[in-house]
């Protein structure tokens, strides 16, 4: 395949938001993806849409992502089960009291709209959970994506704005000359691009090493859990002060149940053996979180690949030493924030004024 402006190799959220936006200016696009749109990572999620993060340097681009989650019929599909629900993290010793008081200063700092609430006002915003609280910080901008829609809505966009789907692609080398690039996949079919976009989540070390860069891709295989359906228990989306749990009630009645309980495997061996003893702790803290779901039965168990880097910050912009070369991922909270970033990522390619320092790849690199 010849004549395409940008080739973004990598249909999960982050390349298929810039390869859409990229479209849309009017650039001949293709996405690349060695399986098909948004069913790697992206499409395994568990979707949270959350201000309560870790990183709070990312709140401000957090916050324009969730703004685009909520308005999805302007820019990506109607057909999208996005939510917008109230946010609690709770604390239940005097020390997580401690903490979600020190990390609740910061994220507000960074602009998000968090408040300590006490275990009263918490009760009566969701009387499901456990009345052994000390307190819990408070954010109205919070809620979830469908992960399983993603795909299914992607295609669809990219496919209205007249970009290239190529699924199925697993890339084995990528060839520059004069500033072009030309893709090749195992099978030996090519592909040659003005410029690429590189979006391969955690397979971002592999792939930039094919461009000798080297830097170091952490890989988390993250558990996550889905009860059958029950009748309603939570009105919010629900975390805890330390970070290890994250709880929903999609519509359906079903509750999903993450926090970051690791299982086992890796990108070159698969990764689809769970941790007994981890599903046993994620399951004991969620029922801690929410006594009533102990009358739950779990329905389902999956494993979804973080990316990670030495900092736990994005990679977003150039590539040093080639011309026409671009990065993104490792995005912190992706889901919350990734369709911003990968707008802020499609301005910098068409030569906007967009400051990407803080995600610059060269500080990763030895």
Excluded at 70 to 98: P, R
Excluded at 148 to 165: F, H, M, P, R, S
Excluded at 322 to 334: D, E, P, Q, R, T
Aim: glycine share 8%.
């Amino acid at each position: 395949m010849n004549n395409i402006d940008i080739a973004v190799i990598g249909g999960g959220i982050n390349g298929s938001s810039a390869a859409l936006h990229l479209a849309k200016s009017g650039l001949k696009v293709c996405v690349i993806d060695k399986d098909s749109i948004c069913r790697g990572a992206s499409g395994v999620n568990a979707g949270t849409l959350t201000m309560h993060m870790t990183r709070a340097k990312l709140i401000p681009f957090a916050k324009k992502g969730w703004e685009l989650w909520m308005n999805t019929d302007k820019w990506l599909s109607h057909n999208i089960d996005v939510k917008q629900k109230q946010g609690l993290c709770l604390a239940f010793t005097e020390e997580e009291e401690e903490l979600l008081n020190e990390r609740s200063k910061v994220r507000k700092e960074y602009g998000a709209d968090i408040k300590i609430i006490s275990k009263s006002e918490a009760l009566k915003i969701d009387p499901n959970i456990n009345n052994k609280i000390k307190c819990a910080a408070f954010c109205e901008m919070d809620g979830y994506v469908s992960a399983n829609q993603t795909g299914d809505a992607y295609t669809k966009a990219l496919k209205e704005n007249n970009v290239d789907i190529i699924e199925n692609f697993e890339v084995s080398n990528i060839n520059n000359s004069n500033n072009t690039y030309e893709i090749v996949a195992k099978d030996g079919k090519k592909i040659h691009a003005n410029k690429i976009v590189l979006a391969t989540g955690v397979y971002l070390e592999k792939i930039l090493k094919l461009l000798d860069i080297n830097i170091r891709i952490k890989c988390f295989p993250q558990q996550l859990i889905v009860t059958e359906r029950m009748p309603e228990l939570l009105k919010t989306v629900i975390t805890v002060a330390h970070g290890k749990l994250s709880l929903k009630q999609f519509e359906n009645g079903t509750v999903l149940i993450g926090g970051g309980w690791p299982g086992k495997g890796n990108i070159e061996n698969g990764y689809n053996e769970t941790i007994p003893e981890n599903l046993i702790g994620n399951m004991r803290l969620a029922c801690h979180a929410i006594p009533n779901l102990k009358n739950s039965r779990v329905s389902r168990v999956w494993l979804g690949l973080e990316a990670e880097t030495d900092d736990a910050m994005p990679i977003i912009g150039e590539l040093p030493n080639l011309k026409n070369a671009f990065i993104i991922g490792s995005i912190h909270s992706g889901y919350t924030s990734g369709p911003y970033m990968g707008k802020l990522l499609s301005e910098k390619i068409l030569g906007k004024d967009v400051d990407l320092s803080l995600f610059d790849i060269k500080r990763l690199m030895n």
